[in-house]
């Protein structure tokens, strides 16, 4: 049961947010005075004054002086959703597109407005307490983690690890677990030693442009499965598809894909896990966004219902607590010790100390917390943007509903080239990600990737309003 003042103001801000979404509550209709609030809740009137505040942070009401607080959202007004994306008619050969490279060179630019990195900035990162745990990992290693660590890794921070798998329904230990430099870096140890050059993999489409990157430096070639922006692959697509098209591994983002925002639910993932098995096919299971969800419970994983080995779980830290210690890890199962061959000849151990730091900030307590604040922010500034979309952009865009993660796609009317339009924000110093950059077809020209991890301020909707305007331009 929920009984802290912070749990109160939440329940009760939730409960209205679900009255405003069935239109219970509907736009303009005046809300209880904080008072009368506080009197029927059975909560102070700082705890009723929370909630609202939390609802106004969301955009879903305001407060009007002398008058007080108003409906202000209206599900009626937002964007349809995209379709379930359409299948290829045969794996391809990866290339890289000239287009990622010319958004990365605009991302390292200070003065640019970037909805286009799926990354927390620095300023809501636990900075003192992460340089903390830092100063106590080289009090507590030996040698001040100036050695080589362990092949697996940290054992501490597996163990934490293992703990935190509770979340998820695991129960693993820490010796099932091999730390790796990075997410990144975990997927390609687990696609190295369950594939070879030549091999196709499927992966979601759209897909991270990063895991497209990754199919060509290891000589793969890739199979895009049709996906459902809320629901994931076409598991019945992918059943044909394995034997058809002799698919050796998946890789697939089961939790709040990047970009569609897509979250597989977990009998779809029991299913996926099946189908597996009948092949004999692994799953290389990237779950970098899993503990980011707006729900009250984190989504499962595939993992959970694996019971032959054939998931290797994939995860990291870098995008929840700090993208500059590439610190990742993989559950591989079966191919565990593939795995670790793999990695020592690439790299003998892992950094000692960034595994060490996190491991003494897991042990403390605090990454729940942070990770509880993070959910709400990312919440809101979602809301925040899919709102200002609806209000800037052309009336038939299509926006994802996102249930966590970092980014939402927009599918634009077609008439609308979102590389040109990314050329056109640039000039005004505000890129995205275009959606071309996403698929290995010449498909998705007219969409686009929007991370909405700023936190919500008038230079944020300026610069929504601005690539909005410039869309409207295109159309013409």
Same mark, same amino acid.
């Given at each position: 049961?929920?009984?802290?003042?912070?749990?109160?103001?939440? /329940?009760? &801000?939730?409960?209205?947010?679900?009255?405003?979404?069935?239109?219970?509550?509907?736009?303009?209709?005046?809300?209880?005075?904080?008072?009368?609030?506080?009197?029927?809740?059975?909560?102070?009137?700082?705890?009723?004054?929370?909630?609202?505040?939390?609802?106004?942070?969301?955009?879903?009401?305001?407060?009007?002086?002398?008058?007080?607080?108003?409906?202000?959202?209206?599900?009626?007004?937002?964007?349809?959703?995209?379709?379930?994306?359409?299948?290829?008619?045969?794996? %391809?050969?990866?290339? =890289?597109?000239?287009?990622?490279?010319?958004?990365?060179?605009?991302?390292?630019?200070?003065?640019?407005?970037?909805?286009?990195?799926?990354?927390?900035?620095?300023?809501?990162?636990?900075?003192?307490?992460?340089?903390?745990?830092?100063?106590?990992?080289?009090?507590?290693?030996?040698?001040?983690?100036?050695?080589?660590?362990?092949?697996?890794?940290?054992?501490?921070?597996?163990?934490?690890?293992?703990?935190?798998? !509770?979340?998820?329904?695991?129960?693993?230990?820490?010796?099932?677990?091999?730390?790796?430099?990075?997410?990144?870096?975990?997927?390609?140890?687990?696609?190295?030693?369950?594939?070879?050059?030549?091999?196709?993999?499927? =992966?979601?489409?759209?897909?991270?442009?990063?895991?497209? /990157? +990754?199919?060509?430096?290891?000589?793969?070639?890739?199979?895009?499965?049709?996906?459902?922006? +809320?629901?994931?692959?076409?598991?019945?697509?992918?059943?044909?598809?394995?034997?058809?098209?002799? !698919?050796?591994?998946?890789?697939?983002?089961?939790?709040?894909?990047?970009?569609?925002?897509?979250?597989?639910?977990?009998?779809?993932?029991?299913?996926?896990?099946?189908?597996?098995?009948?092949?004999?096919?692994?799953?290389?299971?990237?779950?970098?966004?899993?503990?980011?969800?707006?729900?009250?419970?984190?989504?499962?994983?595939?993992?959970?219902?694996?019971?032959?080995?054939?998931?290797?779980?994939?995860? %990291?830290?870098?995008?929840?607590?700090?993208?500059?210690?590439?610190?990742?890890?993989?559950?591989?199962?079966?191919?565990?010790?593939?795995?670790?061959?793999?990695?020592?000849?690439?790299?003998?151990?892992?950094? %000692?100390?960034?595994? &060490?730091?996190?491991?003494?900030?897991?042990?403390?307590?605090?990454?729940?917390?942070?990770?509880?604040?993070?959910?709400?922010?990312?919440?809101?500034?979602?809301?925040?943007?899919?709102?200002?979309?609806?209000?800037?952009?052309?009336?038939?865009?299509?926006?994802?509903?996102?249930?966590?993660?970092?980014?939402?796609?927009?599918? +634009?009317?077609?008439? !609308?080239?979102?590389?040109?339009?990314?050329?056109?924000?640039?000039?005004?110093? =505000?890129?995205?990600?275009?959606?071309?950059?996403?698929?290995?077809?010449?498909?998705?020209?007219?969409?686009?990737?929007?991370?909405?991890?700023? &936190?919500?301020?008038?230079? =944020?909707?300026?610069?929504?309003?601005?690539?909005?305007?410039?869309?409207?331009?295109?159309?013409?």
């Amino acid at each position: 049961m929920l009984k802290t003042a912070d749990h109160l103001y939440l /329940q009760i &801000a939730d409960n209205l947010e679900q009255l405003i979404t069935r239109q219970v509550l509907k736009m303009g209709d005046k809300l209880p005075s904080v008072r009368n609030l506080s009197e029927e809740k059975g909560v102070s009137m700082s705890t009723a004054f929370q909630a609202y505040y939390h609802l106004e942070s969301k955009g879903m009401i305001e407060s009007r002086p002398k008058s007080g607080y108003y409906v202000t959202f209206c599900p009626r007004r937002m964007p349809e959703i995209p379709k379930q994306t359409e299948a290829v008619k045969k794996p %391809s050969e990866v290339t =890289v597109h000239e287009m990622i490279s010319r958004m990365y060179l605009h991302n390292s630019n200070p003065e640019i407005l970037k909805f286009s990195s799926a990354v927390f900035p620095v300023a809501q990162l636990p900075t003192a307490k992460m340089t903390k745990a830092m100063v106590q990992a080289i009090h507590r290693l030996p040698n001040g983690g100036l050695m080589y660590d362990t092949l697996q890794g940290n054992e501490d921070l597996r163990r934490q690890i293992a703990r935190m798998s !509770i979340g998820w329904g695991g129960a693993v230990t820490e010796d099932d677990i091999v730390i790796a430099a990075g997410c990144s870096d975990a997927l390609s140890l687990c696609l190295s030693a369950v594939t070879q050059p030549g091999d196709t993999i499927a =992966v979601e489409s759209p897909t991270y442009y990063g895991s497209l /990157q +990754l199919a060509e430096n290891l000589g793969l070639k890739v199979l895009e499965i049709p996906t459902h922006p +809320l629901t994931g692959v076409d598991l019945e697509y992918l059943n044909k598809a394995i034997p058809k098209f002799k !698919i050796r591994a998946c890789l697939f983002v089961t939790n709040f894909t990047n970009p569609l925002g897509a979250c597989m639910p977990d009998s779809h993932k029991q299913e996926l896990v099946r189908i597996l098995e009948k092949y004999d096919i692994p799953l290389i299971e990237d779950d970098i966004y899993g503990d980011m969800y707006f729900g009250k419970e984190r989504p499962g994983v595939c993992k959970t219902f694996d019971k032959n080995g054939l998931v290797l779980l994939c995860n %990291s830290f870098s995008k929840s607590l700090a993208p500059g210690y590439r610190v990742g890890w993989t559950l591989p199962g079966r191919y565990k010790e593939k795995v670790l061959r793999i990695k020592r000849n690439r790299a003998i151990s892992s950094p %000692s100390l960034p595994s &060490a730091a996190i491991a003494c900030f897991l042990e403390n307590g605090r990454y729940e917390y942070h990770l509880r604040s993070m959910r709400q922010a990312l919440h809101t500034q979602f809301m925040r943007h899919l709102q200002a979309i609806s209000d800037y952009f052309p009336e038939d865009t299509c926006v994802t509903r996102p249930g966590g993660g970092f980014v939402c796609w927009i599918e +634009l009317n077609p008439k !609308i080239n979102a590389f040109e339009l990314y050329e056109q924000s640039l000039k005004h110093k =505000v890129i995205f990600a275009p959606g071309r950059i996403f698929s290995l077809q010449d498909r998705y020209n007219n969409c686009l990737r929007i991370s909405y991890n700023n &936190a919500w301020s008038k230079t =944020v909707e300026d610069g929504l309003k601005t690539i909005g305007k410039l869309a409207r331009k295109l159309m013409v």
